[in-house]
């Protein structure tokens, strides 16, 4: 179903965030990926969704795929109504109007979606993903959600695999996920602390400048930045200071 195979991944040069990664996923598995920050889970799960390429290795994928980002693309235009539709409609299978019902999908679906609020909008990303049928590939799926949905989203994940589909997803929260199969990576540095920011606007390149930011990475509107354990304060400081929006502080 989901084959890869001596992944090896890095960006353009900096260093190799995959070494040799192989993993089969058959039908109806599930795979957790694990590892500390910035071990390349999220950049794992891109490669077997076919959203980024792997630097070296093959992959096999099924012809169905789904794949919720780690971050929904900020400031999407159209409405959850149309953009499932027309989503389920490049697939060729019938729009999930149910999966968002019973997520309990609250928000406006006929408005533009860069004014749902997070959990409803994980619940619109999550449906996207979960119309399709072979492989799901889900980058922290509970990010967002209450308990009732998070709850909710354990059985269509269940239900998804009693039906054929392969599942790779990471997540931080440790749910008790049944049958599960672990894969760790041991990539990355432990020393540092990684701080996401939603909104970064101009700003990126001063942030990157800040004493003790040893990475900045453009992500959607936001930035994802490694910075040194003893100057996090100063860093978070700074960034809010200048007028950036902090959604989340991992070390
Ligand atoms: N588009 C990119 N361009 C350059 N470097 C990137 C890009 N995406 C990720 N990286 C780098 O690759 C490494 C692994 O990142 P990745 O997001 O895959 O890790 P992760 O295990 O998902 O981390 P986390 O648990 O913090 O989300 C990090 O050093 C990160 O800065």
Request: net charge neutral; with cysteine; glycine share 14%.
């Amino acid at each position: 179903m989901l084959g890869l195979d001596r992944i090896g991944k890095r960006y353009g040069r900096g260093p190799w965030v995959l070494r040799d990664v192989d993993l089969a996923v058959e039908p109806g598995e599930l795979v957790v990926v694990a590892g500390g920050n910035g071990s390349g889970k999220s950049t794992l799960l891109r490669v077997a969704a076919g959203l980024t390429a792997p630097t070296t290795g093959r992959v096999r994928r099924p012809a169905s795929v789904g794949y919720l980002p780690e971050r929904f693309p900020a400031g999407v235009g159209l409405s959850a109504r149309a953009y499932l539709g027309h989503l389920a409609a490049v697939r060729g299978v019938p729009a999930r109007w149910d999966l968002l019902e019973a997520l309990g999908f609250v928000g406006d679906d006929s408005a533009p979606m860069a004014r749902l609020s997070k959990g409803n909008a994980q619940k619109v990303a999550l449906v996207q993903a979960l119309q399709a049928t072979d492989l799901l590939v889900l980058d922290e799926p509970w990010s967002g959600l209450d308990a009732a949905a998070g709850a909710v989203l354990g059985e269509l994940v269940a239900t998804a695999r009693e039906e054929g589909a392969a599942v790779l997803l990471t997540d931080h929260h440790g749910h008790d996920l049944p049958d599960a199969r672990e894969l760790r990576l041991t990539g990355g540095s432990p020393t540092g602390v990684v701080v996401e920011l939603d909104r970064v606007g101009g700003l990126l390149a001063r942030v990157s400048e800040l004493d003790g930011v040893l990475a900045a990475t453009a992500v959607g509107g936001g930035a994802r930045l490694e910075v040194r354990r003893d100057a996090s304060d100063g860093v978070l400081a700074e960034v809010l200071r200048l007028g950036c929006s902090v959604r989340s502080v991992r070390s």
